[in-house]
């Protein structure tokens, strides 16, 4: 509890009015929480942010995390325009969020040029392990998203989503 003070103390001067954190947290010496140019980051109180959480906001980006969340090693948020994370949310291990995506076309390839869409995660949803939410992502109150899911759209209050997958064991070497 003494190094989340005396850390969230050194961000608050190195970050005047960006790095709007509560004093109440649990945040492992291993997880990053990185601002870059005008980003700003608010984390409400009593979240929990395990070993090898990377998370970074850029240009004028914004980084929302409501109170009482937690976080499980290797999660990655990259906020170039916004994230908004409601209260009492889960995630599992390896779960990966991004407001941005590199602009691409047939003739020139990949771009170093972002394209971004706010996210947004309702009130008290569970992320499972390994599931990536891309830009413009909405995902209502009290949802669960099941592991290794790909969410990009619209997510309405109350739904359970998962992945079907089948497995036929003749086709397996």
């Not at 601002?35 to 240009?59: M, Q, S, T, W």
């Not at 706010?118 to 909405?138: E, Q, T, Y």
Request: hydrophobic share 40%; aromatic share 8%.
């Amino acid at each position: 509890m003494l190094y989340n003070a005396i850390w969230s103390a050194v961000k608050k001067l190195l970050h005047p009015g960006r790095y709007r954190v509560a004093w109440i947290q649990r945040i492992s010496p291993r997880c990053t929480l990185r601002l870059f140019d005008r980003g700003v980051l608010k984390i409400g109180r009593n979240c929990d942010f395990a070993p090898y959480c990377d998370f970074e906001v850029h240009g004028k980006g914004l980084l929302e995390i409501g109170e009482g969340c937690y976080f499980n090693r290797f999660c990655l948020i990259s906020a170039h325009e916004q994230v908004s994370i409601g209260k009492r949310c889960m995630f599992g291990p390896g779960v990966k969020i991004f407001d941005n995506n590199h602009r691409h076309s047939p003739e020139t390839g990949v771009s170093p040029e972002l394209t971004t869409a706010p996210i947004a995660i309702g009130d008290g949803c569970w992320i499972a392990s390994d599931v990536i939410i891309l830009k413009g992502a909405k995902i209502g109150k009290n949802c669960v998203i099941g592991a290794g899911c790909i969410i990009s759209g619209i997510i309405p209050d109350g739904s359970v989503v998962r992945v079907r997958r089948t497995l036929d064991i003749r086709n397996c070497v």
